[in-house]
Every structure is written in structure tokens, then in C-alpha cells.
């Protein structure tokens, strides 16, 4: 259903300003309706995100709150900053997921999901999912969680892999004012750097390690290092596996391994391990859009975060990341913890510079 035909199937339902009560949202019919009763036991109606007590019948006939009352405070939305604009989220794991729902909260207009998966029960720990959603097209359950956050957004939705439509791939990242890539499938982040950068759009990046002990975000900025030159400076060390399938289709568990072995494989980390990445993803994503802007909310971030391409985080000091120094000592070096920012330069002979740029 697409968003002028989920308004209009909203005007049809009845209205009462004065009434206190919940707007629903009925999985089953596709509809919204305000209601004071509860939903029945085995309903597929879920609660909408919005009181409906206190909205003007006159200024809004279709029961749901304003731009205004949704996003009056706390958001950069209050300056209209985000309303035109327009982002792609290619893969829809736990970090893609999580990060369209930040932004629906911060008030984006446009955007669009890319993603062939369906939530299965080991994606529930990490994944904005519930166990109702089982079965379901990631691109679907996502949809649902930005229009209860914020339902006047524009959603296309895509469900669809990204290493076999590259032209659909290449439409996609030349509308959007930015892209958020966040598979567990190297390839697809080459696929989307090669396209980005001769579209001269901007990506980020995040990427867990081994059982998320720390985690990585790039931003390829048009002109300067792209993914290539991170994987060419040495800096992709062991990533977190997260699913079985998606890495036996990219090689990483090679098809003859057992499914014991494979099982042994696959290595997720804590919830809480990633918050940090999409964290500072959400900031990137927001000092990109808002490039330029005045009283933003969210100015005085840009110098910092806008010096830097490649951030650094240790989750524990396992590992990768034995070396570094507790959270408290008082010494120099890095330690767990905190977020370490540096710049990585352009490398003209890197695989994807040297196939874009001769």
C-alpha cells in the first residue's frame, strides 16, 4: 500500500476530537482506526505511536497528529530540516533496521528499503522484529516501524538482493541524498561503493568484528577514499558472521562445511554491542543531511565528525583488541570504550579507484 492510499483508507474511518483513545494499525485489512477499546486477544492490530486526544478535528480530519505535535521538540524535523529529504538503507539486519527507525523518530521524509531477507528466529535478539514478524520480508517488518513512528513518511521498499540488480542498485543510490550500507556481505558493500562513487553520492558504512568485540564505520565521501581503500590499507580485519546462509552464498563458509561446523561458525554478538556503531552512524548520517544548514540542532558536530572517515570502537579487550587499555588507565594509547577517528586517503591503485577513475 502506498502512502496516499494509507491516508485516504484513514479519512475513511470515523472521528471523535473529543474521544481519548489510541489510533491502531490492523496488519490484517492494511487500515488505521481510532479506537478506546483494547485489541482483542489474537488481534493483528497494533498499537499506532500517537495519543489521539488533544488533535483538532478541523486542522487534521484524519485523526493522526501533525508534523508539528510529532516532531514539535528534541528533533532536527523542527526546522523542516529532514522532511525533503531522502535516504536509502540497502540491507536490513539488525544495524539497517535500527538505523531507519532512528530517523523516522528524527523526522526523514523519503525512504527506501532495500532487502531480499525474511526475519527468522535468530534475527530476533538483535533485530527490531518481534516474533509476529517471523516469516515476513524484512522490508515489510521495517515499514511497519517507521510508519508507527512516523506516518506521513514516503517508503519504497525493494525486496530485492543487491548483487543481482546493480542497475536497480544504481537508480536507487543516484535519488537519495544519502545512502547507509550496512550488509554482512563484502561484495555488496563493493557493488555499492563502485556505484555511489560514479553517482558522486555518500555512503556510510558499519561493520561488526568477530562477535562484535568492536566495530568499524567508514563514510565514502564523493571524490575522497572509497571502500576499496579501506580494504586496500588493511583495515577489514575478521568480521562477525550472523548468518548462515547469506555467508555460505558469499563463499565465506565454503559449501562443503558441515552444518555443525557452520553453526560453530557463526559468531553474533551482544545487542549491545552494536548500539554504539549505529550510534554514530545516526550522527554522521545527520551532519551529512543538514550540511550547510543553520540551526540544525546538530551544527556543532559537523567540524568534528566531518575531519575524519574511519572510526574505530572496542567493544572488550579480546583479541583484535587485546592490546588496548582499560576503559580507566590513566596512559596514553587506545583503550575500550571510546571512539577513535582517522583519515583514510585516497589510494588511486586500489581495485575499485583504479576500475572507476582510468
Avoid at 489521539?52 to 523542527?78: D, H, I, K, M, W
Avoid at 535500527?98 to 528466529?121: C, M, N, Q, S, W
Avoid at 548483487?163 to 536497480?168: E, G, Q
Wanted: glycine content about 8%; hydrophobic content about 40%.
Amino acid at each position: 500500500m502506498n502512502n496516499n492510499d494509507l491516508h485516504e483508507n484513514i479519512r475513511e474511518q470515523s472521528y471523535d476530537p473529543n474521544a481519548v483513545g489510541r489510533v491502531r494499525y490492523d496488519k490484517a485489512t492494511g487500515k488505521f482506526r481510532f479506537t478506546t477499546e483494547p485489541p482483542a486477544v489474537g488481534s493483528s492490530e497494533v498499537i499506532h505511536e500517537a495519543a489521539q486526544e488533544g488533535f483538532a478535528a478541523e486542522a487534521n480530519p484524519s485523526g493522526l497528529p501533525t508534523l508539528e505535535q510529532l516532531y514539535g521538540r528534541g528533533c532536527v524535523f523542527e526546522k523542516d530540516n529532514l522532511r525533503n529529504k531522502c535516504v536509502a538503507f540497502l540491507a536490513l539486519g539488525s544495524v539497517g533496521a535500527a538505523l531507519t527507525e532512528k530517523f523516522a523518530r528524527e523526522g526523514l521524509g523519503r525512504f527506501i528499503l532495500v532487502d531480499y531477507d525474511r526475519v527468522e528466529p535468530h534475527n530476533l535478539s538483535r533485530h527490531l522484529a518481534g516474533i509476529e514478524d517471523i516469516g515476513r520480508l524484512k522490508t515489510d517488518v521495517v515499514e511497519d516501524a517507521i510508519l508507527r513512528k512516523n506516518p506521513l513518511a514516503q517508503i519504497e521498499k525493494y525486496p530485492v538482493n543487491i548483487l543481482d540488480n546493480h542497475n536497480l542498485i544504481a537508480e536507487i543510490i543516484a535519488k537519495a541524498d544519502l545512502v547507509f550500507c550496512a550488509p554482512d556481505n563484502t561484495d555488496c558493500r563493493y557493488v555499492v561503493a563502485s556505484l555511489a562513487e560514479k553517482a558522486e553520492k555518500t555512503v556510510i558504512y558499519g561493520w561488526a568484528t568477530t562477535r562484535a568485540e568492536g566495530v568499524d564505520v567508514f563514510i565514502q565521501r564523493p571524490g575522497e577514499a572509497c571502500y576499496g581503500c579501506v580494504a586496500a590499507a588493511g583495515l577489514i580485519t575478521k568480521e562477525e558472521i550472523t548468518n548462515e546462509a547469506s555467508a555460505r552464498e558469499s563463499g565465506v563458509i565454503p559449501a562443503y562445511t558441515s552444518a555443525a561446523d557452520a553453526d560453530a561458525i557463526v559468531q553474533v554478538g551482544l545487542p549491545s554491542d552494536i548500539d554504539p556503531m549505529i550510534n554514530l552512524m545516526v550522527k554522521l548520517g545527520l551532519t551529512e543531511l543538514t550540511r550547510g544548514e543553520e540551526d540544525s540542532g546538530i551544527e556543532g558536530l559537523g567540524e568534528e565528525l566531518r575531519a575524519d572517515n574511519f572510526f574505530i570502537w572496542a567493544n572488550r579487550r579480546t583479541q583484535h583488541y587485546l592490546g588496548y587499555s582499560p576503559f580507566t588507565a590513566p596512559q596514553d594509547g587506545p583503550t575500550i570504550l571510546r571512539w577513535y577517528g582517522c583519515t583514510i586517503p585516497r589510494i588511486p591503485t586500489c581495485g575499485l579507484c583504479a576500475e572507476i577513475h582510468r
